[in-house]
């Protein structure tokens, strides 16, 4: 038996057989042709072309009904790409040209694209060069007869074990026979990653070595919200794993019965349990699963997942869809947060050193203040359909929240003058997710409506620790003194002004995290909506002094290690049936 530890990125349990993808490698050397071949290796290029249209058309088609049409955009562009004659043109040519096979060409050409997105000049929003290889390699596939993938059409359960995956690899999987995949490389915010939590795939990344070790038709254990890879389990953990599963899918089963009731602690305290998006569709996951509106819309993802700038329309687009689909609930809609881990495609021309202290989130809003406004107008556009709020990301000065409200103030005195209507009581709040706001959040409060804790900053911030680098995961503690405490100096500002105080950051989700935030003094817990019903539930075992009393303890360890543990040690006495993994229970 072999553990692995890798990055959770999509939570579940999967057993299953191996099925190991050597990794993949674009080769097409620069083969000679003679000049009478040129007509046929054009012929066989649009003939590779076409399929893969046709082929990309069918991935769109799935990934659509799965995930939602904003998700699946990533297939629209690799299609668009493909029908460009940008792109098809300098391969025709180049095949003339050089006389070379369509392989190469094709190789080649995608290269030179790859270089150009690079070094486009203060384009966010341009491709990822994974996308590109995706498209390159499917091409490839269609012309030398290889068929990219045999995960399309498997006979047997399998678990994918991969170098890396591209997102159409993930979507493009037999969804009845693939139950999870795990990969040597990859990061949590990687779009393959959230195509896995889209599709409900159990999934670990950034496991580093799992492709050495794993063999075809190994037995695997996948748990997906441990970051886990077990290859050849012993019978003992097989057995575990396997009443885990079934455990696990009863709990799944009664917390779905609950969902829809409100979260009232045991002593009366409501509690607003609300949902983080990254696209309009999951909003209907979070109303299904009892979410009572959205705390997070990370808004960047109209960026990440197209081509080009979004417009305004878009913008407008996706937020009243989003306000029309939570019938009356609140949408927080945060402003793009573009930059450190999140240009996942090409920036600058000169690339940052150290992008995750660089011009990143409200940062590169204010620098570019025209994008930051045109968001903002479509916001307020759609405040006038329901309830919206506005939060400014990694805020560290005062001057920069003054800065953006002054932005937004031009914004509305342009609509009055144009007598468009919105909601001029919109109310804006902060993310407080560097040490700087946390430890100034007196100063904070007196201007904004309402503070989102963003933890999953707040502490890669606080520790110095790469939220995304695997290296140093055993570093990144939610529950380090140095975090409670300056969360406890935001719930004191807060309470001073009597400002709401949420958290968005994935420790929300994490039971007994959520029983130390509440016993701080939080009433909304903002998380993914596959967190929803479990925390609803936990909430109504719960009584608000007892959460006091945890906090209060917690706040007295010196050590993250032993403040983690005893909030585990006390989720576990309340509800039990949340804690699946048999090396809990020993
Ligand atoms: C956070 O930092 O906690 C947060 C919720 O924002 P993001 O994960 O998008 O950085
Ligand atoms: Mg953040």
Not at 170 to 186: N, S
């Amino acid at each position: 038996m072999k553990v692995i530890e890798g990055i959770p990125v999509s939570p579940g349990i999967a057993i299953a057989e191996a099925f190991v993808l050597a990794p993949t490698h674009i080769w097409a050397p620069e083969r000679p042709i003679a000049e009478g071949e040129v007509d046929r290796e054009r012929e066989r290029f649009e003939t590779a072309r076409q399929a893969s249209i046709e082929e990309l058309n069918r991935v769109y088609a799935e990934a659509e009904a799965e995930m939602g049409p904003e998700a699946a955009k990533i297939f629209l562009f690799h299609i668009g790409m493909l029908k460009d004659p940008a792109l098809a043109g300098p391969i025709a040519e180049m095949i003339g040209e050089r006389q070379v096979v369509a392989e190469y060409a094709v190789a080649a050409v995608l290269d030179q694209v790859a270089q150009r997105f690079r070094a486009k000049a203060d384009s966010a929003f341009t491709t990822k060069d994974d996308d590109i290889r995706d498209l390159a390699e499917r091409l490839i596939g269609h012309l030398t007869g290889q068929r990219r993938l045999a995960l399309a059409d498997l006979s047997r359960n399998t678990i994918v074990i991969a170098g890396d995956l591209t997102p159409s690899q993930t979507a493009g999987f037999d969804r009845q026979h693939v139950k999870g995949f795990a990969t040597d490389v990859g990061g949590r915010t990687g779009h393959t990653a959230i195509v896995a939590a889209a599709l409900g795939l159990p999934a670990v990344v950034g496991c580093e070595e799992v492709t050495d070790f794993a063999r075809d038709g190994q037995t695997v254990i996948l748990d997906g919200g441990r970051g886990r890879v077990i290859l050849d389990p012993d019978e003992q953990t097989l057995a575990d794993y396997t009443a885990q599963a079934e455990t696990r899918r009863k709990f799944q089963i009664s917390l779905a019965e609950g969902a829809a009731q409100p979260a009232v602690t045991r002593d009366g305290v409501h509690i607003e349990i609300v949902g983080n998006i990254e696209f309009p569709e999951e909003i209907g996951d979070v109303v299904t699963r009892g979410g009572e509106g959205v705390g997070l819309y990370r808004t960047e993802f109209l960026y990440l997942a197209n081509d080009t700038e979004p417009t305004e329309e878009d913008h407008f687009e996706a937020y009243s869809r989003c306000v029309r689909l939570l019938e009356g609930r609140t949408l927080t809609v945060r402003t793009v947060d573009l930059g450190a881990d999140k240009y996942t495609q090409s920036r600058t021309m000169v690339p940052e050193r150290n992008p995750f202290l660089g011009l990143r989130s409200v940062r590169y809003a204010l620098a570019h203040p025209e994008m930051l406004k045109l968001q903002v107008r479509a916001i307020l556009r759609a405040s006038t359909i329901g309830p919206v709020k506005i939060m400014f990301p990694l805020v560290t000065t005062i001057a920069e929240l003054r800065h953006a409200r002054l932005l937004l103030r031009d914004v509305m005195e342009d609509m009055d003058e144009r007598g468009e209507p919105f909601d001029r009581h919109v109310p804006i709040g902060i993310m407080v997710e560097v040490p700087s706001a946390a430890l100034m959040a007196e100063v904070f409060a007196a201007e904004v409506d309402f503070f989102s804790i963003g933890t999953n900053d707040l502490v890669q911030y606080t520790l110095a620790v790469d939220r995304t680098n695997e290296r140093v995961a055993g570093l990144y503690q939610p529950a380090h003194p140095a975090v409670l405490k300056l969360i406890r100096n935001v719930t004191r500002a807060a309470k001073k002004y009597s400002l709401p105080v949420s958290c968005c950051g994935e420790a929300a989700g994490d039971p007994g995290y959520a029983l130390l935030l509440l016993g701080l003094g939080l009433r909304t817990l903002s998380v993914t909506s596959g967190s929803i019903p479990r925390l609803k539930r936990f909430v109504r075992e719960v009584t608000i002094p007892q959460c006091e009393r945890v906090a209060r303890k917690a706040l007295t360890f010196d050590s993250a290690v032993q403040a983690a543990a005893f909030l585990r040690d006390q989720t576990r006495n309340m509800l039990p049936e949340a804690f699946f993994d048999p090396a809990d229970e020993r």
